[in-house]
């Protein structure tokens, strides 16, 4: 093993039932080196530091530590045993005991019990780290950022070679980030090896000295910093090469009505406390339009605030140029907006209630439940959409959790269609669907949109909503950061900007 190198993994596996989570991944870490874990959702960064920390076994490979040689860590308390400590982006200390207390808490050796050693070896490892807190202060009056860095400082107390940071930076503002880099930049002068996983491409760029992406639980390669421009970086967590890419938008006829450039909606400034900059946004009638960027860039989050299911903290919205007020989804549906989230299984379906059930739930809710339909009314809902959806489904009685994860996705879309909305939000509708249903929706998209119902459509697949949207939104780090049209509307334009820098 290199003397310069802390922690080497080579070729991990990690296989779960029907699952290769890990195929041959390599993964290297050096002595005050401050390395950045890439990919997008179902990369594998997750698996690869469960099975580093224990979490998981892994089912093949090799790990070395520097001092240690080949181990086997079956335990979070082995990793922590051998130097390799975990600080994640939920804070898992207690906010009603002091912060000398959570950094020596269940350490052993009598510190806990001898108060006075136990605040002046906090203080001392506090002013070592410039963390701006006293040990006799009370942890859930610090900031979130200072809660992180104490997080820190109890896992580098631990004779730590090995910091993995979880998106550590996620709940933090822009001054709090600085700080925390400060504090890693010194731990990297001290020769602690820190993994960083984060989904912000500007903060990798600012504080990292090499890249590994991961894509499909396979390694696409390890990279000096200076040496992956970020278009390329975008590039390579997606999958895409730069010199092979292509615009695919189908030549679908559109809305062809005479309010075609009319404004259905539009929002200025508007911002939730979800974390997103405030943005500016608008759709047109028979338009179906989207929101890209990489997963965390704040993609979601946006088209929630448009529909009143995060708190709105800022910002107008206006609906055929009448300003309103959306502050709850049913505020939003009152003004013939529909939502299908991105989370059909937390968010979207409830799984004992039948298809019939859920498909006029939304419509049940807008008329009022002192009004409920009559079953023969309902029945005639249900059986009208599972014919226009071609949803699989024995009857309008079987439970919807009986169903493909494609036929519960319809079941949703229905649910919205059968309100007859103006404008249709769609998060990741297709997602973990079959190539078949994913088609079907996106067809449907499609001929909603020529009869007139605008539709904002997101999904993590780039090609997906180059089929579908005539006009992109492209968000990174939480903000928005450009719209494409026209013939800007290719992979490579919405990588490069994406990433900030111009497609080479």
């Not at 942890?139 to 896992?155: D, E, F, K, P």
């Not at 550590?168 to 980030?177: F, G, I, N």
């Not at 731990?187 to 499909?216: A, N, W």
């Not at 189908?250 to 404004?263: I, L």
Request: proline share 3%; charged share 25%.
């Amino acid at each position: 093993m290199d003397e310069k190198r802390v922690l080497e993994m080579r070729g991990i596996y990690k296989i779960f039932p029907a699952v290769k989570a890990l195929q041959n991944v390599d993964f290297s870490l050096n002595k005050g080196e401050i390395h950045a874990l890439m990919g997008e959702n179902g990369a594998g960064k997750s698996t690869l530091i469960k099975v580093l920390t224990g979490v998981y076994e892994k089912d093949g490979g090799t790990i070395e530590l520097q001092g240690e040689g080949m181990v086997n860590i079956h335990s979070p308390q082995d990793a922590q045993k051998l130097g390799i400590s975990t600080v994640y982006q939920e804070i898992t200390l207690c906010p009603n005991l002091t912060v000398a207390e959570n950094m020596f808490i269940g350490r052993g050796k009598g510190l806990i019990t001898n108060w006075k050693q136990m605040n002046a070896e906090a203080d001392k490892l506090l002013k070592m780290l410039d963390i701006p807190a006293s040990a006799t202060q009370q942890l859930g009056s610090c900031s979130i950022a200072v809660q992180q860095m104490v997080a820190i400082a109890r896992a580098v107390d631990m004779d730590c070679k090995v910091l993995i940071l979880d998106e550590p930076t996620s709940s933090l503002d822009e001054q709090e980030v600085e700080k925390l880099f400060g504090l890693m930049r010194d731990l990297k002068e001290m020769g602690v090896g820190i993994i960083f996983v984060t989904h912000f491409l500007d903060q990798v760029y600012e504080v990292c000295d090499k890249i590994t992406v991961l894509r499909d639980g396979q390694l696409v390669g390890e990279y000096d910093i200076a040496d992956l421009p970020r278009v390329q970086l975008v590039a390579k967590m997606l999958g895409k090469e730069m010199d092979d890419l292509s615009d695919i938008k189908g030549e679908e006829g559109s809305y062809q009505g005479e309010d075609a450039d009319k404004k259905i909606f539009e929002a200025t400034g508007l911002q939730s406390d979800a974390g997103i900059h405030p943005f500016d946004f608008y759709i047109k009638k028979g338009e179906v339009n989207g929101f890209t960027g990489l997963l965390g860039s704040g993609r979601s989050e946006c088209v929630r605030a448009i529909f009143g299911a995060d708190k709105v903290l800022g910002g107008t919205v206006k609906m055929k140029g009448k300003e309103i007020k959306i502050n709850k989804p049913l505020d939003a549906m009152k003004n013939g907006i529909a939502y299908l989230p991105e989370d059909r299984k937390v968010d979207g379906i409830i799984g004992d209630l039948s298809v019939r059930d859920n498909i006029i739930m939304a419509l049940q809710v807008l008329t009022g439940f002192w009004k409920p339909f009559s079953k023969a009314k309902a029945n005639a809902f249900a059986d009208e959409y599972i014919k226009k959806l071609n949803i699989k489904t024995a009857s309008a009685d079987t439970p919807i959790k009986s169903l493909s994860g494609g036929n519960q996705q319809k079941v949703i879309l229905a649910r919205w269609l059968l309100m007859h909305p103006e404008y249709l939000i769609l998060d990741e509708p297709t997602r973990g669907i079959d190539v078949g249903t994913k088609v079907d929706i996106q067809k449907l998209v499609l001929e909603l949109a020529k009869e007139g119902m605008s539709v904002t459509f997101i999904s993590s697949e780039t090609d997906e909503m180059l089929r579908t949207c005539s006009r992109l939104i492209v968000m990174r780090d939480r903000k928005v950061v450009g719209e494409l049209s026209g013939e800007d509307l290719t992979q490579n334009k919405i990588m490069s900007t994406i990433a900030g820098e111009s497609a080479v």
